[in-house]
């Protein structure tokens, strides 16, 4: 006990000292799992976004030519799925720098410029993972466009 009737590292029973240190690693596991659910679910939806439209293009393409309407707002939609796709690969990357960088600060000896930067890391990815659902939400919004636009317009 310290004398503000603290206890300190020193002080506490290591079997204490090992469950918390056993308790966080599990909780890191946890949470590395849940992003890692997060990041799948970015590339299902903007690479399916992105797939399924392109299955469309080329459905409609076959047929007397398509509504060029249609497909001139598929292109910039399937854009938007690509931007999505892209910036969920930044957010992996940054997901991966931060689990590197959090397991650096984490050791006896460790330095807390690491612990610093895998906040960072954090906070990249999480506005990444973000700007990649506003991706595939433009892309949803543009492709409804595209097809009210293309409904709107008779075949030339």
């Not at 890391?121 to 939400?137: D, M, N, P, Q």
């Amino acid at each position: 006990m310290t004398d503000d009737g603290n206890s300190t590292d020193e002080t506490q029973p290591k079997d204490k000292i090992a469950h918390r240190s056993v308790g966080r690693i599990e909780l890191a596991r946890q949470v590395a799992a849940y992003e890692h659910a997060a990041l799948k679910t970015l590339y299902v939806l903007n690479g399916g976004g992105a797939l399924a439209l392109l299955v469309f293009v080329g459905r409609v393409w076959t047929e007397d030519g398509g509504n060029q309407q249609v497909l001139i707002g598929v292109g910039g939609t399937i854009a938007y799925f690509v931007f999505g796709l892209i910036i969920a690969a930044i957010a992996t990357f940054a997901g991966y720098m931060q689990q590197q960088w959090f397991f650096k600060g984490s050791g006896v000896d460790a330095d807390n410029r690491y612990n610093i930067a895998g906040h960072v890391a954090r906070y990249v990815a999480w506005t990444f993972s973000v700007a990649s659902l506003i991706g595939f939400a433009g892309g949803c919004f543009v492709a409804i466009d595209a097809f009210v636009a293309g409904v709107r317009t008779p075949p030339v």
